[in-house]
């Protein structure tokens, strides 16, 4: 990811706790001698040793898990993002932009064959997202949850490289951050005000 410096995030913890806030992402491969991409949530892990490891799960009949195993992927996590008007620079000599943040993760993924695993893989994402489903997980018929596990591929992915890139008019003057902020925490769009907020937070 082209990444000037003044955008760049390189702190560990930080890009971890945007992985998990926004864990819905894009895990790409090569499938065919051609790029590949799913979309799925992930949950995030980060061990005190420092290795962060996503897990998430394929429905069987997509082809990208025959090939993950032997390759490096690379999953994207990616939003809230913003239209930046010009008019809320200084000067007029500005152009339109776009703010965003972005966390690339490379990775060499494992599949996990055993049900049992793949079954506690299931109950972590449900742990995550909503724990309160496991009550009413644990109540279905075992013949119905061994069904839905067979139709999926669960796997893991032992992040190797992290990139972060956090275009949040970094390069632009106090005052006009502070205008654009106050813009973006006004708009109609949760994604803008999000942005607003993100971008707050690194003015602090």
């Known amino acids: 990811m082209y990444t000037p410096t003044h955008f760049a995030q390189t702190d560990t913890a930080t890009l971890v706790a945007f992985m998990r806030r926004f864990s819905f992402a894009t895990i790409v491969s090569q499938v065919a001698e051609r790029p590949f991409a799913t979309h799925l949530p992930f949950v995030v892990e980060h061990s005190e040793d420092g290795?962060?490891?996503?897990?998430?799960?394929?429905?069987?009949?997509?082809?990208?898990?025959?090939?993950?195993?032997?390759?490096?992927?690379?999953?994207?996590?990616?939003?809230?993002?913003?239209?930046?008007?010009?008019?809320?620079?200084?000067?007029?000599?500005?152009?339109?932009?776009?703010?965003?943040?972005?966390?690339?993760?490379?990775?060499?993924?494992?599949?996990?064959?055993?049900?049992?695993?793949?079954?506690?893989?299931?109950?972590?994402?449900?742990?995550?997202?909503?724990?309160?489903?496991?009550?009413?997980w644990s109540g279905l018929p075992q013949e119905y949850k061994n069904a839905m596990v067979k139709g999926i591929v669960a796997f893991r992915l032992n992040v190797s490289q992290l990139e972060g890139k956090e275009k949040l008019s970094q390069n632009k003057k106090a005052g006009e951050r502070e205008r654009i902020i106050a813009h973006l925490?006004?708009?109609?769009?949760?994604?803008?005000?999000?942005?607003?907020?993100?971008?707050?937070?690194?003015?602090?």
Do not use: C
């Open 51 to 136: 290795q962060v490891t996503l897990l998430a799960h394929f429905a069987k009949a997509n082809p990208q898990w025959q090939t993950l195993e032997a390759q490096t992927a690379l999953v994207i996590f990616s939003e809230p993002h913003a239209y930046i008007s010009p008019s809320l620079y200084e000067k007029e000599l500005n152009v339109p932009t776009w703010n965003y943040v972005a966390v690339h993760a490379y990775g060499q993924a494992t599949l996990i064959t055993d049900e049992a695993q793949a079954f506690e893989l299931l109950e972590k994402q449900m742990q995550t997202f909503e724990k309160e489903y496991l009550i009413q």
């Open 185 to 204: 925490a006004e708009s109609p769009d949760g994604a803008a005000r999000q942005m607003a907020e993100l971008m707050q937070q690194k003015s602090v």
